[in-house]
């Protein structure tokens, strides 16, 4: 979809060439509508996803609807004549959604929050963890820290000595 191009025209130009591509007839009538819908929702949507949401809950998903393209292109044409002038259901729906998605926010109170939340988890001690019921398995100490807190030197005889011990 080129990018000042109207839905209605490159609707009407999807549709043309396909008819031209299908001039041996190797679609039947209804995979190549299927097929013309399917191929314009999936380049408009990015450009016009309202109208393709109405079209959508119209005439059913891409891929798996078949809708008449005269009918498709006769709604494409309405819908962007309500967009130009007239309400329509389009207007409707991106009015609705302007209003229950954009309410006013004062980006400078959020950024504050932010940064208090952020600053209070920075300064905040982690939890103590629990003793250690076996020997640490750097050191041999018992009961007192884990491997990965030993600030203690390595002895692997000690080690052995609390497992013996304790059976572990």
Not at 27 to 38: I, L, M, Q
Not at 68 to 94: F, M, W
Not at 104 to 124: F, G, P
Request: aromatic share 8%; glycine share 6%; hydrophobic share 30%.
């Amino acid at each position: 979809m080129e990018r000042k191009e109207p839905p209605s025209e490159f609707f009407s130009r999807v549709w043309g060439s396909f008819a031209d591509l299908n001039k041996d007839g190797a679609y039947t009538a209804t995979e190549a509508a299927k097929k013309v819908f399917h191929t314009f929702m999936i380049e408009a949507k990015i450009q016009h996803p309202m109208l393709c949401l109405e079209l959508r809950n119209s005439f059913g998903f891409p891929g798996t609807a078949s809708p008449d393209p005269s009918r498709v292109l006769r709604q494409i044409r309405e819908l962007e004549e309500g967009q130009h002038g007239e309400s329509s259901n389009l207007k409707a729906t991106a009015a609705a959604h302007t209003l229950t998605t954009a309410p006013e926010i004062d980006y400078d109170k959020l950024a504050t929050l932010v940064a208090k939340k952020l600053s209070a988890s920075a300064n905040q001690v982690p939890p103590q963890r629990t003793a250690p019921r076996g020997p640490c398995y750097k050191c041999g100490e018992v009961g007192k820290h884990y491997k990965r807190d030993c600030p203690n030197q390595a002895n692997p005889q000690r080690v052995a000595q609390a497992r013996k011990q304790l059976n572990y």
